[in-house]
């Protein structure tokens, strides 16, 4: 019943989404970027990766909505289960209360209230449906600020299922010289444990924050488009993988990056 109600959820939000898209009235803003990341030092899978990512994000008239797909590419030891390269995605609609009911819903540092829901996925069973509140906030320097709280739904036959994630994501623009340097990610807290017969799934910290200098505004192009900098990936208990001596799965770790945006 929670992945049918999960799925129908979901499934209505991209059909009203597609309907909002294809009247270009609803539309209010979209991004689309490729970013390639290459890195060392991962856990739990090979340490050496290669990723490709696409990432979609928009606003419309009654929320917004955050696609992003990782092609992951291993060098050297192959990841037992997925062999050389493996993918792995989210997609996050977000329905905001203010934009549904064409009033305002915000009280001290909160912007808007939405409902938030996120659909996990990836090679093998490897499938989650997130829902839960949303808050947008009013942060002092900050582009933007959400605070997101979600419960996590398997279909039940795998460990971490009903357990409850806070999920902040952040801009930050930091002027530098003749350009920007733009500090933005995300951290996902599993504040809960679950046992089941697949065996524990434990409270899991996961903070992810991209640091980019806009190399096009550098070159006198256009601001905004090409980017460089590095990727921070922290993740300790990774996969809710409880971390021991005999096996470590705490990820410390950074990437090189280049996002291009088009």
């Not at 739990?44 to 092609?71: C, R």
């Not at 912007?111 to 947008?136: H, Q």
């Not at 003749?178 to 444990?193: E, M, Q, R, T, Y």
Request: hydrophobic share 35%; charged share 20%.
């Amino acid at each position: 019943m929670k992945r049918t109600f999960s799925s129908l959820t979901l499934a209505g939000s991209l059909l009203v989404a597609g309907q909002a898209m294809a009247d270009g009235d609803w539309l209010q803003w979209q991004s689309n970027s490729l970013t390639y990341l290459v890195g060392k030092d991962f856990a739990v899978n090979p340490e050496h990766q290669q990723t490709f990512t696409f990432e979609h994000a928009d606003s419309w008239k009654y929320g917004d909505n955050f696609l992003f797909v990782d092609k992951i590419f291993y060098n050297g030891k192959a990841d037992a289960t997925s062999g050389n390269n493996t993918y792995y995605g989210e997609f996050s609609p977000r329905l905001s209360m203010s934009k549904i009911f064409g009033q305002k819903f915000e009280f001290g540092p909160i912007k808007d209230v939405l409902l938030a829901m996120t659909y996990e996925f990836g090679e093998g069973d490897n499938e989650s449906y997130l829902i839960g509140p949303g808050f947008d906030l009013d942060v002092p320097g900050f582009d933007y600020f959400q605070l997101n709280f979600y419960n996590r739904q398997t279909d039940g036959s795998r460990a971490g299922d009903n357990v409850w994630q806070i999920t902040p994501v952040w801009s930050y623009t930091i002027p530098v010289g003749n350009s920007d340097i733009l500090i933005d990610g995300f951290a996902d807290w599993v504040v809960g444990n679950d046992s089941n017969k697949n065996g524990s799934y434990h409270a899991n910290l996961h903070f992810n924050p991209q640091i980019k200098y806009d190399l096009g505004k550098a070159l006198n192009y256009s601001a905004r488009q090409v980017y460089v900098g590095f990727e921070y990936d922290y993740w300790e208990n990774k996969y809710g993988i409880k971390d021991t001596r005999f096996f470590d799965t705490n990820q410390n770790t950074a990437s090189l990056l280049l996002k291009v945006f088009f």
